[in-house]
């Protein structure tokens, strides 16, 4: 897409080059520039005219240029980064040995327009599974990197295993769901989605579909879960939220006791923003405060449930200002929860614990010896010479030993893996300040040895495979040769710095343990069995105990004018339960009003946890002893809880009080409307007959019967 | 408007839609199989991404045609 620059333009460019020299300490006129847009010549005069100054290109200025598509002399790139160095070498004539783009693929890169470069030279020089798979690394922060790759995903999805993944959510889980696609497919696996009935969480928990998913997702956010009804002082409010908060624990734990599958439930990030400020915290209408109370109830549930796994949303967007984990602009459209980047973060932690609950984490943790479990050399400093205790800089090596511990104590095995001469196992035993004994390995290779080769050694020593290894070694080259000798080996790219290491491997995902030891699934067996005791009293064991527990409520009227315009909307925006799908209009709707012999009629759903406002509606013709059901709709949010068979109850009696005798209705399908496909027939209609598409069904006063529901009280409102 | 923008807005419609007929500043909703409230989200979300701007509530609703994208790329500076 790289046009040129006008002439005029140019014209300035070229002075600016000439200046370059002057240019450069101020940077801004030189970074202005699209070097995509300027020929190569130019740069190589630029860079002589530095030169030329004595002034050498700092990496700003290279790593644009290389973005840009250029490509620098070898030496010039020395000491920037592989992936820049990688590019490099692509932006050149096609070399052979450029083909090998090691681990360039799997690393993260921050800057996104050399995200975007490398994935297009990748792609143009034939290195397309490479390229995929550095755009799927990266697409969480960078989603435009996908777009090149369009037709290699769809290829490539098909090579991956399926995981077959039921979402559900309190809001909006649409553009979440699409995002689980690149999510799982960066994780090794190919998502199949089915989504539940918008904010149906509940339902689909206490009767879990028959259809086999893998996996259950629960896609949680605080807004949709529970929003604070300030009409309500505090011990009211509490209470309601302390239902939900009950009515979820109780579902979710009848849920694990049917099912077999794991649950994948993200904790609700705390707000950016207090609603009672200072005292947010701790007081009863505290955002954080209630919060943490949700979190802390499904914590303990996890605790007890080892099939429940919890995804902590705020590991998840760390890498995002709190202010941007949410849209609210998209919230108020159409009730997503989440920003875009955030719901990818987020897609992308579920697609991690869908792979450790897969694959479990690996199993052996081989380490180096100098300047990575020790700083300094061995054999050039001495024992007593080496780095590691408490002082200054030992002490990010004493830390970074505590962390190999902690991953020890969960289950991994650690070995020593080498170039070095033998004694300095002693170390370990002589050393004061470094806190791993030998015995804390259960195998090493110290020698001279290349290490992919002993790494297999070390593998058939302990008895698994070298794919279950992490390999972690300062030095560029070791973990060059090691990925290309051993591909199966993990090899992730440790930190130059040391002090960054720590934290570093703390975050390194694929060592996150899912389920720990024996002991633990043990545990939350025996805890499975206390539950089960107590849940005998426990509310909401059933889908019916449920609806029962709801105290629901439908009152039906007539349409008025307040009422108009939400009639006309829902006529133009309901797809799913739509029976004829007409988009009447507020003007249609209108001439119905004004005609005795139509009638309009809405309802507004409510419940002990609030009101869902006007959620169904009907229009219907009346014609002396005959009315025919023009349109029936009602909204996704009131799905499932048989509202709609107390609304046509209750509607049908108004019109046999009106003298009708018999009603007809019609189902006409449409791509989005399949789940009423039956509801006529189900809630006692006779099929009558068919036109084209359509389903014409009837009901006859005496013979048929009058729908209801238990569980919804309706009343009318005159 | 540049072309440089057109054609990336047509990139988009492409990516989005996976539309690949004709564009120009009168096309509709109607005109764009799947163009439906909930793609109208991810074509926004992708015109945001992509040019780094963000849209208000009404800007979102104000896009009746390709037109308004450009006219509110415009105003954005994109």
Known sequence: ?718 | MSNDVRAEVAEIFEDVFEFEGDLNLKTTPDDVPGWDSLKHIALVTTLEQNFDISLSMDEMHEIQNVGDIHTILERHGA
């Open chain 1, 1 to 718: 897409m790289a046009k040129n620059y006008s002439s005029e333009v140019e014209a300035l460019i070229d002075a600016v080059l000439a200046q370059a020299a002057s240019c450069l300490q101020d940077k801004a006129l030189l970074q202005s520039i699209d070097w995509a847009k300027i020929e190569g010549d130019k740069v190589s005069n630029l860079l002589k005219t530095l030169d030329g100054a004595g002034k050498k290109a700092p990496p700003w200025l290279l790593t644009a240029l290389i973005s840009a598509g250029h490509q620098m002399d070898e030496p010039r790139v020395e000491r920037l980064s592989l992936p820049l160095k990688f590019l490099n070498r692509l932006n050149g004539p096609a070399d052979p040995d450029s083909t090998t783009s090691l681990d360039v693929a799997s690393r993260r890169i921050e800057d996104k327009d050399l995200a975007l470069a490398l994935v297009k030279q990748m792609k143009a020089r034939g290195l397309e599974n490479d390229a995929l798979q550095l755009a799927l690394t990266n697409w969480d922060t960078s989603p435009q990197l996908m777009r090149p790759m369009a037709s290699q995903m769809k290829e490539h999805l098909e090579e991956l295993p399926e995981a077959r993944l039921r979402v559900l959510g309190y809001s909006t889980t649409h553009p979440f769901c699409e995002d689980l696609a690149p999510a799982f497919a960066g994780a090794g696996f190919k998502a199949v989605i089915d989504e539940a009935n918008f904010g149906e969480v509940i339902p689909e928990l206490l009767r879990p579909a028959e259809v086999a998913y893998d996996a259950y997702i629960l896609y949680l956010d605080a807004q949709g879960f529970h929003t604070h009804d300030w009409r309500l002082d505090t011990g009211a409010s509490l209470q309601m939220l302390n239902d939900k908060i009950d009515l979820l624990v109780s579902a979710l734990a009848s849920f694990a006791s049917q099912s077999a599958h794991p649950i994948f439930i993200n904790t609700l990030p705390l707000p950016p923003t207090p609603a009672v400020g200072f005292l947010d915290q701790h007081h009863g209408d505290g955002d954080n405060a209630n919060i943490k109370l949700v979190n802390e109830r499904l914590s303990e549930l996890a605790a007890q449930q080892s099939q429940i796994v919890l995804i902590d949303s705020f590991v998840a967007m760390s890498g995002i200002a709190p202010t941007s984990w949410s849209d609210p602009k998209m919230w108020f459209y159409g009730r997503i929860p989440y920003s875009a980047e955030a719901s990818r973060a987020l897609a992308g932690n579920f697609a991690k614990a869908w792979r450790a609950e897969k694959n479990g984490p690996p199993k052996v943790l081989a380490i180096d010896l100098d300047n990575t479990m020790w700083g300094g050399i061995f054999g050039e400093d001495g024992v007593h010479g080496l780095q590691c205790g408490d002082d200054f800089p030992g002490n990010a090596f004493k830390a970074m030993q505590s962390e190999f511990l902690r991953l020890k104590n969960q289950g991994m095995i650690l070995a020593i893996l080498s170039k070095n001469d033998p004694t300095a196992i002693t170390a370990f035993t002589d050393h004061p300040g470094i806190i791993l004994n030998e015995d804390d390995f259960v195998a090493h290779r110290i020698n001279w040895t290349p290490k992919p080769q002993n790494i297999q050694e070390l593998a058939a020593e302990i008895n698994v495979g070298i794919d279950s290894f992490v390999f972690l070694d300062d030095s560029p080259h070791e973990r060059e040769a090691m990925r290309a000798l051993a591909p199966q080996v993990y090899t992730p790219e440790l930190p130059d710095d040391p002090a960054q290491r720590p934290g570093w491997l703390r975050s390194l995902s694929k060592t996150w343990p899912i389920r720990l030891t024996k002991e633990d699934a043990e545990r939350s067996s025996m805890y499975l069995a206390r539950r089960k005791a107590s849940e005998m009293q426990s509310s909401a064991a059933s889908f019916e105990d449920y609806l029962a527990g709801l105290e629901q409520k439908l009152i039906l009227e007539e349409v008025s004018h307040a009422t108009l315009p939400r009639i006309a909307q829902m006529h133009q925006k309901t797809n799913q339960f739509n029976l004829t799908t007409k988009r009447f209009d507020e003007s249609d709707i209108k001439a119905m009003m004004d005609d005795d012999s139509e009638m309009v009629v809405l309802g507004r759903a409510g419940d002990k946890f609030g009101d869902h406002g006007i959620s169904i509606c009907a229009t219907i013709a009346i014609d002396g002893d005959k009315a025919d059901l023009k349109t029936l709709l009602m909204s996704c949010r009131v799905i499932g809880r048989e509202v709609e068979a107390a609304f046509l109850g209750a509607l049908l009696a108004k019109l046999k009080e009106r003298g009708v005798k018999t009603v007809t209705a019609s189902y006409i399908p449409t791509e989005k409307n399949v789940i009423v496909a039956d509801f006529y027939g189900e809630q006692g209609l006779t099929k009558s007959a068919t036109k084209g598409d359509e389903t014409i069904y009837e009901w006859r006063e005496g013979s048929s019967p009058v729908p209801a529901s238990l569980y919804v009280e309706t009343l009318w409102h005159s």
